[in-house]
């Protein structure tokens, strides 16, 4: 007989996202809340089979937010700041929520801006919601678990 408490995984269709401060509501998909590392092989010459592996250049994925399109334009003139020349970097959070709808794990970006901005696909043939698609590219992600 098992003891203790159930530890099930959440879902992933709860959660929220923040850019500088204000909540945006009206996503249906996240993605890229990922960080990698560069690996440099590295071999001294009096070993014949051996290659060690060093840390290298920490590098973080693009974040990928997807959501029907409204006549909100502040994800557009977030863009066109970058499009004039003069980046508006920010800070943000993408916020996992449990079933209850309370925080319970939060990725933190840092200096983002929006990389891509792309519209909605145009199909007379089928009946979906039109998807804008936003990429932001960042310099640093972190996990927070949420108390």
Excluded: C
């Amino acid at each position: 007989m098992a003891s203790g408490a159930r530890n099930d995984p959440y879902g992933q269709f709860n959660f929220l996202i923040e850019i500088d401060g204000v909540t945006r509501a009206g996503f249906s998909e996240v993605s890229g809340l990922t960080s990698d590392t560069n690996v440099i092989e590295y071999r001294e010459g009096d070993e014949v089979t051996t290659v060690r592996k060093l840390k290298g250049l920490d590098k973080y994925i693009n974040i990928v937010l997807k959501r029907g399109y409204t006549q909100d334009t502040s994800l557009w003139t977030w863009r066109q700041t970058v499009l004039d020349g003069t980046p508006q970097r920010t800070t943000g959070t993408i916020t996992l929520l449990d079933e209850a709808r309370k925080p319970v794990l939060s990725w933190n970006f840092t200096q983002g801006w929006p990389a891509k901005l792309e519209g909605p696909a145009m199909n007379g043939k089928t009946s979906e919601v039109a998807i804008e698609t936003l990429e932001i590219v960042h310099e640093g992600l972190e996990l927070v678990v949420v108390s």
